[in-house]
């Protein structure tokens, strides 16, 4: 019984396969597995954006989004209809083959990572051997896309809002990868289902995470930092600024190619949640031993839907950067410190069992974050604003 | 024709189209676009010869791929860098522009 | 210690989150259309016309004299003056406007009208649900709709109001001080020597 | 051959002729991505799975980006009013055409002695690591190298003139 319900998804896709001719099962099994991610992860992304709207009314003291159905659950659907049925204006200046590929291609790149995301015990679409290099692949052209929406719609605060998106999202890239390094490096594989089978055991019950080991917090902290970034997300969400940049990059888009995007936004920040969560959080291994009989995806969707939560908590705490501190702080601050983390990994792996490897790991760490943090703070790299002429 | 020969036939094929861009482009970025095609021409004979040599279990021609791709983009960081500098310095990326040897 | 003011920032706003469920006087907003916060004496946002008694176009305490129309900035004022007199409350024959519009899409509610009118005739209103599917006609006020009774005046400014009354019953007082003294003047000028003819009263 | 091949033909050699022909510059960047896109799918084609990321992640996510950010730097999507090509345009074209001729000749020549279809090659990540780590551990060395070289060089070369005014 805990068997089959831990396994509903794939007997289910087994028993559809099985209607069908053993020659095209294979190829069934693939579009269902396809099917799937598109309708499921949309309607997360619609229920997301009303939880969020409502978070945020919370952290304000506000009830948030109530008129639309009961609490305002309907709230997406009038969005979506909305969104809809509105004009699409394209700018008569704009590059309109560019304009129109923009939103697609970025949509279309994001749900490619979603394919080799194990979301449960056997529930990957495509278990690739070189898993996470095709996940950062796939992120980083969405990059591109970006920028074609910012040059195409030939508008000053687009072609801004792009170049500061691309200028950020290549300067957070290199501390995301580098802090997943450090998982492949002790986990020995790309692969994300090998990754989730390397933290899937317990010792008195308690799992071994990645995130319960020094350098798994740091490269956790690290990589959630520049996973904000790289969704351009508050309070890195300067491509967007409304206050000095209209909208950023997709000021020029209405109607459908505008949900578009922010279904990409949305998808974009599911997916690096889904891959934290894989890379430090165990995936959908449970928290605790005894809690093993809930389905596996069940763990993997909440942990997905935690990270959000966090997303959406900090959106709504932590006010934007301005752009030299975002740079001084991907490059001086995020950056050396998942260096270090990688040494520390290392040292990890060949300090063997035992107490010391703890103490070691966390001093180093706790010294480089404290060091890097003070001597980045004195030189004013980063922390509070200094005005020039006023006080 | 055998698989190999038509994927040299299209590496070849893309490595005059880079050649020619190369060659006949005034613009310098589109000179190095141009370079940028050849050399990955070059990286697709390398990957065919891999996958249809005697030995593709050696991986001879994948980490040559591999080593080309970092050499190339290491080559198109300092070559956009020259020619932001040269921008900089000529205002124009022009290379018709440029036939002095004095800056 | 680094990253500390994030930590209380978070924890700022989570106490937040988790309050606003427990105790609803954390939440500052009202569900608008069934609740409502009763508006501030102070609020203003477009003129409307006075009237005393019960009738609104005979008590309309406004006598077209014009000064709140070449007064107001936006120019969003049309009057038109009539050519008879009608007598007002107090049974004085006046001007009255034949038409008086405002037109409140182009009003910006500086109440430099209510500063200059010199007989406490044109006064801020609280109304604010004006909102019309005719975006011409249907915020074109004629004078009618502008009028509005010295009960709601008072209702809605009530402090206001009772100075302007006390303003309107000191002026008053004065007129009629001014014209029972000349009357009296006149009388006894009258009593001394009734040969003169009288001389004007006010 | 199959037909995935002639498709992925197709979109790169249109992706890599529209790259230099195009008047636009940023819509020869652009182009030229669709190219090395069909380029990394041509790797996958040939089971270099590696490849074929490392093609995507490297040249989709770090060269066109640098390029479009060139372009951009240099107000180079202006299309000049004297022509995109230069003056010597038939010269290179000529070239170009004679290379290719050479080059296709040659392929043509040794068909007959070039390898069929030979088994899939099956090459884990694992190996690809090993063997960059053991045999291949000096060349690693050697283009670690060369890229902090590049990286400081790109960086004091773009940056030189600006310092200097300062």
Same mark, same amino acid.
């Given at each position: ?391 | ?103 | ?49 006075? /009237? ?9 305490? =406004?006598?077209? %004299? +014009? &000064? $709140?129309?070449?007064? !107001? #900035? ?21 001007? /009255? ?9 182009? =009003?910006?509610? %500086? +109440? &430099? $009208?209510?500063?200059? !009118? #010199? ?84 | ?166």
């Amino acid at each position: 019984m805990i068997e089959t319900l831990d396994q509903i998804f794939v007997l289910l896709q087994h028993w559809l396969m099985g209607l069908l001719p053993a020659g095209l099962q294979p190829a069934a099994g693939v579009v269902l597995g396809v099917v799937a991610i598109v309708c499921l992860f949309p309607a997360l992304f619609a229920l997301t954006t009303v939880f969020e709207r409502k978070g945020l009314a919370r952290i304000q003291n506000r009830i948030g989004p109530n008129r639309v159905g009961p609490l305002g659950i309907l709230q997406p659907i009038a969005d979506g209809i909305k969104s809809l049925t509105k004009e699409d204006i394209v700018p008569l200046s704009a590059d309109a083959a560019v304009h129109f590929l923009a939103p697609l291609l970025m949509v279309v790149m994001v749900f490619m990572g979603f394919a080799v995301l194990p979301m449960g015990r056997n529930m990957v679409l495509v278990d690739m051997d070189a898993g996470l290099l095709f996940f950062f692949a796939m992120g980083a052209s969405t990059e591109l896309s970006v920028f074609m929406a910012g040059w195409s719609s030939r508008n000053k605060y687009s072609l801004l809002g792009a170049m500061r998106a691309v200028a950020q999202m290549i300067s957070y890239e290199v501390p995301l990868l580098m802090s997943s390094v450090a998982v492949v490096m002790i986990a020995g594989s790309l692969s994300l289902t090998k990754i989730v089978d390397a933290q899937n055991h317990y010792t008195w019950g308690l799992p071994h995470w990645y995130i319960f080991t020094p350098w798994g917090l740091a490269g956790f902290l690290t990589f959630a930092v520049a996973a904000t970034a790289e969704t351009n997300r508050s309070p890195f969400d300067l491509p967007e600024g409304e206050s000095e940049l209209v909208a950023g990059y997709h000021t020029e888009y209405s109607g459908f190619k505008f949900a578009l995007f922010f279904l990409g936004e949305y998808l974009a920040m599911f997916s690096i949640s889904g891959l934290g969560t894989t890379l430090f959080l165990g995936g959908w291994s449970a928290p605790f031993s005894f809690l093993g009989w809930v389905p596996s995806w069940f763990w993997f969707f909440s942990k997905m839907m935690l990270s959000i939560f966090v997303f959406i908590w900090m959106r709504g705490t932590l006010p934007r950067l301005r752009q030299d501190q975002l740079m001084n702080f991907a490059w001086k601050f995020v950056l050396p410190l998942t260096l270090v983390n990688l040494m520390i990994a290392v040292l990890w792996r060949f300090l063997g069992e035992g107490w010391q490897r703890w103490v070691f790991c966390s001093a180093i760490l706790l010294f480089a974050y404290a060091g890097m943090g003070l001597a980045g703070m004195r030189r004013g790299h980063f922390g509070p604003r200094r005005y020039r002429y006023a006080e | 024709m055998t698989p190999l020969a038509s994927y040299l036939i299209v590496a070849a094929l893309l490595f005059s189209i880079g050649l020619a861009g190369a060659l006949t482009r005034r613009n310098a970025i589109l000179v190095l676009i141009g370079i940028e095609l050849m050399l990955n021409a070059a990286n697709l004979n390398l990957i065919a010869f891999w996958r249809y040599g005697p030995h593709p279990e050696a991986l001879t021609g994948m980490m040559f791929a591999i080593f080309s791709i970092a050499v190339a983009a290491a080559e198109a960081a300092v070559g956009l860098g020259l020619v932001i500098s040269i921008h900089r310095h000529a205002h124009t990326t022009d290379l018709d522009a440029m036939n002095r040897m004095k800056g | 210690m680094l990253g500390e003011g994030i930590l209380k920032g978070l924890s700022e706003t989570i106490k937040n989150f988790a309050g606003s469920f427990v105790s609803a006087e954390r939440l500052t907003t009202v569900q608008y259309p069934e609740q409502r916060i009763a508006p501030i004496e102070a609020t203003r946002d477009f003129p409307f016309l006075v /009237y005393d008694g019960a009738d609104w176009e005979a008590g309309m305490r =406004c006598v077209a %004299c +014009q &000064i $709140c129309e070449k007064e !107001c #900035p936006p120019k969003c004022i049309y009057i038109v003056k009539s050519t008879d007199k009608k007598p007002d409350a107090v049974g004085k024959p006046q001007f /009255y406007p034949a038409r008086f519009d405002i037109d409140i899409s182009v =009003c910006m509610s %500086c +109440q &430099i $009208c209510v500063e200059v !009118c #010199p007989f406490e005739a044109i006064k801020m209103d609280t109304e604010f649900e004006l909102s019309t599917t005719d975006r011409f006609g249907g915020l074109l006020l004629d004078r009618k709709q502008l009028a509005k009774s010295d009960e709601y005046y008072h209702r809605i400014h009530p402090t206001e109001a009772d100075e302007v009354d006390a303003c309107l019953a000191h002026g008053k007082a004065k007129t009629d001080a001014k014209t029972t003294a000349a009357a009296i003047a006149s009388a006894v000028r009258g009593a001394e020597t009734p040969a003169r003819p009288v001389e004007g009263g006010v | 051959m199959s037909i995935a091949f002639y498709l992925i033909a197709a979109l790169t050699v249109a992706g890599g002729l529209a790259a230099v022909l195009l008047k636009n510059t940023v819509h020869c960047a652009l182009a030229l991505t669709v190219a090395f896109a069909g380029l990394a799918l041509f790797f996958l084609q040939l089971d270099a799975q590696f490849a074929g990321f490392a093609q995507i992640l490297v040249y989709i996510g770090a060269v066109a980006i640098l390029v479009v950010f060139a372009i951009l730097l240099t107000r180079g999507s202006e299309t000049p009013k004297d022509g995109v090509f230069s003056r010597n345009w038939l010269a290179g074209l000529v070239i170009a055409a004679g290379v290719f001729a050479v080059l296709g000749w040659a392929v043509l020549q040794s068909v007959s002695v070039l390898p069929h279809e030979t088994a899939a090659p099956t090459v884990t990540v694992l190996q690809i690591g090993n063997a960059l780590m053991r045999r291949y551990v000096l060349p690693l060395e050697i283009v670690a190298l060369l890229l902090t070289a590049a990286l400081i060089g790109a960086v004091i070369v773009a940056m030189h003139e600006k310092e200097g005014a300062r």
